[in-house]
Each structure stands twice: as C-alpha cells, then as structure tokens.
C-alpha cells in the first residue's frame, strides 16, 4: 500500500491544454490514407479527410496538430502544396521510405483538418532547405488579413480570411536531419528566420526554436544564451525504445517481462531531461517566459514485418499505455516549464492514437490515455507528496507508481495513476487534505496481456473499464490498481 496526501487548496502551475497536443507528419500513412482520403474516396469523408478519424479526433479534444514534419518539413516547399490539384509539383519523399509526394493535403487542407477537430494549427518551417524569403511569405499567406500579394494568393485559391496561425516552429532537428548544423550557426540563424515570422494581429506569433536532441545540454546552452530572448519556446525531442538502446528499439509486441521494465524505465529518463534542460533555461530564463516544448516524444520500436521500414508503422499495446501516461503525468508535475507536447504521431505511425488499413479504423490503448487524461486540461496542478514502492528487475529499481492530481474550473479533482508493475497490484491511499464529504469515479485501463493490443479484427481488447471497488472515509479514499494499468479517480465535493 501506499500514501498519497493531496493538497487540494494547494493550487500550484496551469497544466497547459497544449500538453495534450499531436503531431502529424508527412511520413508513411499518417496523411495519407490515415487522415486525407480525398473528394472522391468511397470512405466518408468531409472534404477529403475521413470522417471517422474526424470523429476520434473530436473526441480526444486535440488542442494543437504539429505540421509538416518532422524531418520533412525541411525538404518541404509551401507553394507546391497550394491551387489546383492538378498544377500541384509531385516530390520524392527522401527521408520516409522513398516514395512520390503529390503534395494534395497542402497548407489549405490542413487547416481544414484543424477546423474540423477544433486544435490550432503548429506549423513547422523549412530553414534546412527554405530561404528566409520563402518562410516570411508563408507566414504571410496564412496570416494577413490585408491587402498583399500573399493574402491576394490565399483569396485566389479559395480562402479569404486569414487563419491566424498562433504556432510556428523555426526548422525541425537542425542538429540532424534539419541540417546538420551546429548550435552556434542555428542560434544565428534561427534570429534571423524568426525576425521574418511577422505579426499580422495584435496576437504575436508564439515562436519555436528548435532545440536540443535528448541530453545536448550544450544545445540548449547556446540556444538560451544567444537567442532566447527572440523565441517563445524551445523544443526538445526524446523517444523510448523497448531496449533502451536506439540502435536496437526492440519490438512492438511479444516482447517480454524484462523488455517491460527496461521499456519504463527508459521512459522515466524524460524527467532527468526536463530538469536538466530546464535549469539551464532558468539560468537566462527565470520568470519562465520561455516555454519547454516537447515536440516529438513516444515510444519507437521496429516496424512491423511485412511494413516498408521507411513508414514507422507499429502496433500499441498496453505497454505503450504506460509510456503515455507515465509521461503526461511527468509534464504535469513540470508545467511550469513545460508548455506544450506533441506525441509522434497521430495516426498510423509509431505511437499512434489511430490505426487504419483501407476503410477500417481501430482506436489504440495510447488513444484511450489521452481521452482519460483530457480531464486535466488546463486544470492546476495540486501539491502532491507521496514515496512511491520499488519495482524491481534484478538489482535494477524504478518507482512503481506514478500519480498527478488537479483541480479543474467546476472545482473537479482527477488523479492520473499508473501502476508499472508488470505482475502486482498496488493498493493507493488517497489523503484528501482539505476536503471532505466527496463523490468518487474511476476509470482503469489494463489487460491480461502486457502486449494486449486493438486489432481490426478485434478492436476493444484494450479499453477502459468503471474502476471498481474504490472506498471513501471522511477525506480518506482508497483503491487499488491491478498491475500493468493506468487509472483516473473523479473527486466531486
């Protein structure tokens, strides 16, 4: 058993909605077949983009899509992606798997996409191959409401008002695939791109800088030092593989006990890098005005067999339900440094919320994670103290429970806990301090398997289930968490 003391008047940071963001990338089936069907598919479809993805999405309250990529956004062209279908340039996509891009879900689509789910738009620009010139012109098509050669452009292909788009990334990995570059070059690079990012609104453009590779604290060091007084956030990218190793990732299911443990634990290897990268931030950044932007962060194991290498499909068991949640709670307890995160990626690309293959559709466990967790959405933060029990492979040890608590506007607290054992349950003692007399719900997520997944042939083997057999004294509540399950407990006063 073990102690949780909620501090329910104990209001610390805001859990920012756009924690809860995703990414979309042009890469294997993520746009393709997986979100943009076109006008003519016999799926149904709103515009090209399939209605049952539609439909998830809506569901998930998705606050904010990241956009074109990823590794291709700095090969992407913005104009090549705009007019008639048929005038539109086709491309190799170089970086996934080889293939042609017709470039038909340009920048138009998208926004469409993102009006149909209710997120804003976080566009990602290509300084790895993009001229300063190119990138100032798109934020002007999207952007300007008056008269310009750009917004005339927007109006000619259909669009008359501006999108306003609020987020927009200055390159992607310049220290990889972007470029190659070193922080030194990108740090004065980066100043003179984002000063061509030009605010058409009273609402300036919420500007990030591509930021460290995992544990380059040097990166970091340069980029906060030399221009962080010109952007709004700096991001960081971080995945988990079910080895630990990234040269070997390790597979998707069938995997075992051990391949478990080494899995979470590597995960847990994310708070190590907030902190450290956040404390360099605070050195040139105190009042956090900049914020930490996770844009890329997920499980990444080998592709299934069969699958072209160059797509990163993979299946999502409940493994990767852990990773989710184990990491949400994570930005929770950093939000005062943390502003957004944007899982890889959306739909049918390693840590997917959605699966398809032709008309079908199935949601995955990581899927069901987002929509338990939602409930935290911009609520605050609760101070919470608890010491967590052992969970051990060999002599290796990580805490066996991660919780987080807050309190929404209606006055609602949710606690998010994940049980990481594999094979024991954990009995949880909520102390609510500060309140008394309440109502208690709970929704859990497990299965029988450590590998269970939602196939097409069966979709619902992984799927929440009422929380059963959870118990209330005074301001004392107590339930317990099968092993290998993730939990969200409603507290209604």
């Known amino acids: 058993m073990v102690k949780v003391v909620v501090h329910t008047d104990v209001r610390k940071s805001q859990i920012n909605k756009n924690i809860y963001g995703q990414f979309s990338e042009h890469l294997g089936r993520c746009v393709y077949e997986g979100i943009w069907v076109g006008y003519d598919s016999p ?27 990823g590794c291709f956004a700095d090969e992407y062209h913005w104009q090549d992606g705009i007019g ?5 340039p086709r491309m190799l996509n170089t970086h996934w798997g080889g293939v042609e891009e017709n470039n038909h879900f340009g920048t138009h689509e998208f926004m469409r996409l993102c009006e149909l789910i209710g997120a804003e738009p976080y566009i990602c620009g290509n300084v790895g191959s993009g001229t300063v010139y190119e990138m100032q012109q798109w934020v002007e098509y999207m952007n300007n409401g008056g008269q310009s050669p750009m917004a005339s452009l927007r109006a000619q292909n259909g669009r008359e008002e501006p999108w306003n788009v609020k987020y927009f990334g200055v390159g992607n990995e310049s220290w ?11 740090a004065d690079l980066y100043r003179r791109y984002a000063t061509y990012v030009r605010n058409y609104t009273s609402e300036s453009v919420y500007k990030i800088a591509c930021g460290p590779n995992t544990a380059d604290y040097h990166w970091t060091e340069v980029l906060m030092r030399e221009a962080g007084k010109f952007m709004n956030g700096l991001s960081l990218h971080y995945y988990t593989t079910g080895t630990g190793i990234w040269e070997k990732k390790g597979s998707a299911t069938g995997f075992t006990a051990e391949d ?23 050195k040139y950044d105190p009042e956090k005005k900049v914020g930490l932007i996770i844009d890329e962060w997920g499980t990444w ?63 995955t466990p990581t899927y069901h994670v987002f929509n338990m967790f939602k409930v935290h959405q911009d609520a605050h933060l609760l101070q919470t103290h608890y010491v ?71 979709p619902e083997q992984v799927a929440p289930k009422a929380l059963e057999g959870i118990t209330v004294e005074q301001n004392s509540v107590r339930f317990s968490l099968p092993a290998a399950s993730v939990a969200v407990i409603k507290i209604v006063s």
């Not at 983009?49 to 998930?60: F, M, P, S």
């Not at 493994?319 to 944007?342: P, Y």
């Open 388 to 458: 967590s029990p052992s969970y051990s492979n060999g002599t290796d040890e990580i805490p066996q429970l991660s919780i987080s608590s807050s309190v929404d506007e209606n006055g609602h607290i949710h606690v998010s806990a994940c049980n990481l054992s594999h094979a024991d349950s954990l009995t949880v003692d909520l102390d609510l301090v500060g309140l008394s007399g309440v109502e208690i719900s709970g929704q859990v997520l497990t299965a029988s398997e450590l590998d269970a997944h939602n196939s097409f042939g069966s």
């Open 260 to 282: 478990w443990f080494t899995t979470l634990k590597a995960t847990l290897y994310m708070e190590e890098l907030i902190v450290k990268h956040s404390a360099i931030m605070d």
């Open 301 to 363: 194991f080998e592709v299934e067999p069969g699958t072209n290498p160059g797509f990163l499909y993979q299946q999502n068991t409940l493994r990767d339900a852990l990773v989710a949640g184990i990491n949400l709670n994570l930005f929770h307890e950093h939000s005062d440094r943390v502003q957004m995160t944007n899982i890889a990626q959306i739909v049918n690309v390693l840590q997917a919320m959605i699966l398809t293959e032709g008309a079908n559709m199935v949601l």
């Open 176 to 186: 990889g695939c972007g470029g190659n570059m070193r922080p030194e070059y990108y």
């Open 43 to 69: 799926i149904p479809n709103t515009d090209g983009i399939r209605n049952d993805v539609i439909g998830a999405l809506k569901e998930l309250q998705v606050p904010v899509l990241r956009w074109p990529g």
């Open 84 to 88: 008639p279908y048929e005038t539109r």
